[in-house]
């Protein structure tokens, strides 16, 4: 099965060159996360919206019709690294959510100075180029309804001054699966 090479190679590549995101990865290749249509879409700072049908007719993505949200959340994603930010994403799309992704503290808090209306959830990792995780939560304070930190880094991230800066959830990322971001969701807004 062609597919199946490409997975597997792509588990292989990832665990060598980014050995702490191994797990995440083999995860998305094994169980097809990035393979699920809840009708969210991606929007990327700089870049096109690209929606979930249209990766779904691209990339032969076979619909999902389990979505886990009645109604779509707005979801700001901070990552700065392009496999776990592409990881997640589609984590939350197959949810159902729309995502704005941004790569780094400061086009982070420019997606919050852009944005219409509050965002529903922002997701952001701790360890950020030009900053922490917990400079874009203090940076949402009064625009965004919930703040998610997650970290590859299980030691080291200071989670009183998360708290303080209004997160309510911390996710190791080696945790992020479809089941932990539907519980996530389902806890969160439910």
């Known amino acids: 099965m062609p597919g199946s090479n490409w997975s597997w190679g792509l588990v292989m590549l990832r665990r060598v060159a980014f050995s702490s995101l191994s797990v995440l ?25 690209r929606s979930r049908e249209e990766k779904r007719m691209t990339e032969q993505i076979p619909p999902d019709n389990d979505p886990t949200l009645n109604q779509p959340l707005r979801v700001l994603l901070v990552e700065d690294d392009d496999v776990t930010l592409e990881f997640i994403s589609d984590l939350f799309v197959g949810a159902g959510a729309s995502v ?13 100075d852009a944005a219409a209306e509050p965002f529903d959830l922002l997701l952001t990792d701790y360890v950020l180029q030009d900053g922490t995780g917990v400079d874009v939560a203090l940076a949402a304070r009064g625009r965004v309804g919930r703040v998610v930190l997650v970290s590859g880094e299980l030691a080291g991230v200071p989670l009183d001054a998360a708290r303080g800066a209004g997160v309510e959830v911390f996710i190791p990322k080696f945790e992020l699966s479809r089941e932990r971001v539907k519980r996530l969701l389902v806890d969160l807004f439910a």
């Open 25 to 49: 990865v083999l995860g998305y290749a094994d169980h097809g996360v990035g393979g699920r249509n809840g009708g969210g879409a991606r929007t990327q700072l700089g870049g096109q919206v």
């Open 100 to 112: 704005t992704e941004a790569a780094s503290v400061q086009s982070g808090v420019a997606a919050l």
